[in-house]
């Protein structure tokens, strides 16, 4: 364990929660607190200058989202200080976004003194502890991620499965464009485009077209085929 105590910053806009956690702190004799700041600007700016080992860094301190950009303006030069997000309220979105910048923990405002000094004494020695609720938006928001990439992969490699002539109909399909337009552009009877189309549900084993379309937008299918296009006229 370290001679020295573990250096805390806290970057909190509510003068009555800073003052708690720098009475929080200031009673264990291994944690000490080396500043505190009411916006992300201040914040990073006493990081710079007191070279803390923890950050407390509320979420939302000038604005919304200033929290996360303090951190990820703290994290990018000083990559060896490990910050602790706090928050009143954690949405599954902001949650994950912290992690992503490098936060290693998040901690609700309103946890017992006990839990706030096991967190930063966690983060200081790289012991996880991450609260439950907090894992399991994680591992939700992973799970979201995963989902998605599938559907992307799964989706894709139907579509390489598609003749030139349903992808075509398929991208006009994309594009809203009617059955009777789609047979006027391509110059073919209803009939034509219906056997065409049967064989485009198949492949993706569904019923309708309402059932592919929104989901392909979603994963953003047509920019990727209009991407792929481009490059291939350059070539």
């Given at each position: 364990?370290?001679?020295?105590?573990?250096?805390?910053?806290?970057?909190?806009?509510?003068?009555?929660?800073?003052?708690?956690?720098?009475?929080?702190?200031?009673?264990?004799?291994e944690l000490e607190?080396?500043?505190?700041?009411?916006?992300?600007?201040?914040?990073?700016?006493?990081?710079?200058?007191?070279?803390?080992?923890?950050?407390?860094?509320?979420?939302?301190?000038?604005?919304?989202?200033?929290?996360?950009?303090?951190?990820?303006?703290?994290?990018?030069?000083?990559?060896?200080?490990?910050?602790?997000?706090?928050?009143?309220?954690?949405?599954?979105?902001?949650?994950?976004?912290?992690?992503?910048?490098?936060?290693?923990?998040?901690?609700?405002?309103?946890?017992?003194?006990?839990?706030?000094?096991?967190?930063?004494?966690?983060?200081y020695y790289d012991?996880?502890?991450?609260?439950?609720?907090?894992?399991?938006?994680?591992?939700?928001?992973?799970?979201?991620?995963?989902?998605?990439?599938?559907?992307?992969?799964?989706?894709?490699?139907?579509?390489t499965q598609l003749?030139?002539?349903?992808?075509?109909?398929?991208?006009?399909?994309?594009?809203?464009?009617?059955?009777?337009?789609?047979?006027?552009?391509?110059?073919?009877?209803?009939?034509?485009?219906?056997?065409?189309?049967?064989?485009?549900?198949?492949?993706?084993?569904?019923?309708?077209?309402?059932?592919?379309?929104?989901?392909?937008?979603?994963?953003?299918?047509?920019?990727?085929?209009?991407?792929?296009?481009?490059?291939?006229?350059?070539?």
């Amino acid at each position: 364990m370290s001679t020295q105590p573990i250096k805390v910053l806290i970057v909190e806009d509510e003068p009555l929660i800073a003052k708690r956690y720098q009475m929080i702190l200031g009673k264990d004799e291994e944690l000490e607190c080396v500043g505190s700041a009411s916006s992300g600007y201040e914040g990073t700016m006493l990081a710079a200058l007191n070279k803390p080992d923890i950050v407390l860094m509320d979420v939302e301190l000038e604005d919304k989202e200033a929290g996360l950009r303090a951190t990820a303006e703290i994290l990018s030069y000083m990559p060896e200080i490990k910050v602790v997000m706090l928050t009143v309220c954690e949405t599954d979105d902001t949650v994950f976004r912290a992690f992503e910048l490098g936060a290693v923990n998040y901690l609700l405002k309103n946890m017992p003194a006990d839990a706030i000094v096991e967190a930063v004494k966690d983060a200081y020695y790289d012991r996880s502890s991450l609260h439950s609720n907090i894992a399991g938006k994680i591992r939700r928001e992973f799970k979201r991620i995963r989902k998605t990439e599938d559907s992307l992969l799964h989706n894709f490699y139907i579509i390489t499965q598609l003749t030139p002539t349903e992808l075509e109909v398929l991208e006009l399909l994309m594009k809203d464009y009617t059955r009777q337009e789609i047979c006027q552009l391509r110059h073919v009877e209803q009939s034509t485009l219906k056997s065409q189309i049967n064989s485009i549900l198949k492949k993706f084993g569904k019923a309708s077209v309402q059932e592919i379309v929104p989901v392909l937008r979603e994963l953003h299918i047509p920019e990727i085929l209009a991407q792929r296009k481009g490059k291939l006229g350059v070539e």
